[in-house]
């Protein structure tokens, strides 16, 4: 076994995440780096590879390895936001249109504070692109973006009365900050953050065409053989740090010691306002903040196709995990197993589970439907617990009640009364009545047909049988999807890949007469007209 990095951690718990790293992670594979902080100790182990052997030089995993950290970018880019409103250059309450004119006709309540907390109602913009014919390898450009992001005006709710993950939102403070402070969001990092902490190393890395300085290389696993992932994309204030584990290791010691080179702006980030209706939240200023029986716990992930972040943070016990992978893999149950070894559950709202004998079964057939918010669920069985979808990936559910649940992790709860779903969302700020989807195949009477979008430009074309849709637009266009027959008067289709990660998921297409209503988890509400033939 390698012998695991200079540790300053007890060595047993240092050898017993080693081994845990070593058992799952060929030394010959993509790779990854773990790192722990706990009270002022750390330890950190790297296992694999950063880029797999070609006719270049093989490149092995190490905390000084550049990596792509993609959405903790956004918790950066909260600080420089909060330090500005600190300094009164600019206030949380003002319009974005007050510092971007392009942005001038965007809703008048929208403010800075709903953007940073994933508030503002927008359409995700990289969900969107997928509704333009891009393909997952397609060249998306800095001015693709813009333009995109500034074409999408409309809001799925109003500003502060619900949350969905929204990357446009940070592409939008960046732009903010730029004005604001007369720099660029590179040159704010380096000033503000990366300068005072000695993170020599992080920087941004905005096209992701362009190969890292120490040549990490992001993989999937296609069938038991390593496949390097293409990206194509520009992006910055959503997703585009670049950093190394030794450096954000000194991010998390920052946070741990409460350094004040970070201004007192470093505590109001896990400051998560209030839903309308008074309930906590759970998503603050660029990070998930949750706390449960006492315990607080900052957490947040990083995604393109190739490379996977998870980052948990446990102030009380003074303590931090971080998890990087160039693997196409979810990293949190590692993240998890690592946090378990330090005796650190997570600070989930646990449900408590009923007796089996009284708990039923969700019906696992048919999808149910909230169409005033755009989104429709469905259950499955996985390892013979009973789950739940909104279009992403599934949550396993706990019974809690005879006909009641709630995921593992208290994000959701459901309830079964009569021909009604009863949703709440805590992460999303909604609770919703959700009714049967009548049965039913719809691809015989969207046969043949196309349907155009004056709002995103593009159109989407079904095959003569129905059975595969194609969309075409402003960024090519897509593959060809196979239609998934929902009921009457809807389909959908699986987004898997993506130009960004996590992809969509599943897009639902309801017919509303000539009309078709398309959205997505993080993306609705899209409406297609009927051309003529």
């Not at 992790?409 to 079964?416: E, K, L, P, R």
Request: aromatic share 8%; hydrophobic share 45%; proline share 7%.
């Amino acid at each position: 076994m390698p012998t695991p990095a200079p540790t300053h951690v007890p060595e047993e718990l240092a050898l017993s995440i080693a081994h845990l790293i070593n058992d799952r992670f060929p030394a010959n594979a993509p790779g990854v780096a773990v790192g722990v902080l706990r009270d002022g100790e750390r330890f950190t182990h790297c296992r694999g590879l950063a880029r797999l052997p070609s006719a270049d030089v093989t490149a092995p995993f190490t905390p000084h390895t550049r990596f792509r950290a993609c959405s903790i970018t956004k918790q950066f880019v909260a600080l420089l936001l909060l330090q500005l409103d600190a300094e009164g250059r600019l206030s949380l309450d003002d319009t974005p249109g007050k510092w971007v004119p392009a942005l001038a006709g965007f809703d008048p309540a929208l403010r800075l504070k709903h953007l940073a907390q994933n508030r503002s109602g927008l359409v995700d913009y990289w969900c969107a692109a997928m509704l333009t014919g891009a393909k997952p390898e397609s060249r998306f450009t800095r001015e693709d973006g813009e333009k995109l992001i500034a074409s999408l005006p409309r809001q799925m709710f109003a500003p502060g009365h619900g949350n969905r993950y929204n990357n446009g939102n940070w592409r939008i403070l960046e732009w903010v900050l730029q004005a604001a402070s007369g720099h660029t969001l590179a040159d704010l990092l380096r000033m503000r953050i990366f300068a005072p902490l000695e993170m020599h190393a992080s920087t941004l890395g905005e096209d992701t065409s362009l190969p890292l300085a120490d040549g990490a290389t992001g993989y999937r696993d296609v069938d038991g053989r390593w496949e390097e992932e293409v990206t194509r994309i520009w992006w910055s204030g959503d997703a585009a740090l670049v950093t190394t584990l030794d450096d954000l290791m000194k991010w998390e010691a920052a946070w741990l010691r409460r350094d004040p080179v970070l201004t007192a702006a470093l505590e109001r980030l896990p400051q998560a306002l209030a839903h309308a209706d008074g309930r906590p939240a759970s998503y603050a200023f660029g990070m998930n903040a949750w706390t449960a029986k006492g315990r607080r716990m900052h957490w947040h992930g990083g995604a393109l196709r190739g490379f996977r972040m998870a980052q948990f943070r446990f102030p009380d016990e003074h303590a931090s995990v971080l998890v990087m992978m160039n693997r196409t893999a979810n990293p949190v149950p590692l993240a998890l197993e690592v946090a378990a070894l330090l005796s650190l559950p997570p600070a989930w709202d646990s449900p408590a589970p009923a007796d089996a004998e009284v708990v039923r079964l969700p019906d696992p057939t048919g999808a149910w439907a909230a169409d005033d918010i755009g989104l429709v669920a469905t259950f499955g069985i996985r390892a013979d617990q009973p789950t739940l979808s909104l279009g992403m990936d599934p949550a396993t559910l706990l019974g809690t009640g005879v006909d009641t649940w709630a995921s593992t992790d208290g994000f959701i709860d459901v309830s079964h009364a009569g021909d009604a779903l009863r949703i709440t969302a805590r992460h999303f700020g909604w609770s919703e009545r959700f009714t049967r989807v009548a049965p039913g195949d719809a691809r015989p009477e969207l046969a043949d047909t196309v349907w155009a979008s004056s709002e995103l430009g593009s159109r989407i074309s079904f095959s003569a049988n129905g059975a595969t849709l194609q969309i075409t637009g402003p960024h090519g266009q897509s593959e060809r999807y196979p239609v998934i027959p929902i009921g009457a008067d809807r389909v959908a289709f699986d987004c898997l890949r993506a130009l960004d990660e996590q992809p969509p998921g599943r897009f639902h297409l309801r017919r509303a007469g000539n009309v078709l209503v398309v959205g997505c988890l993080l993306a609705t509400g899209f409406e297609f007209q009927r051309l003529p033939r």
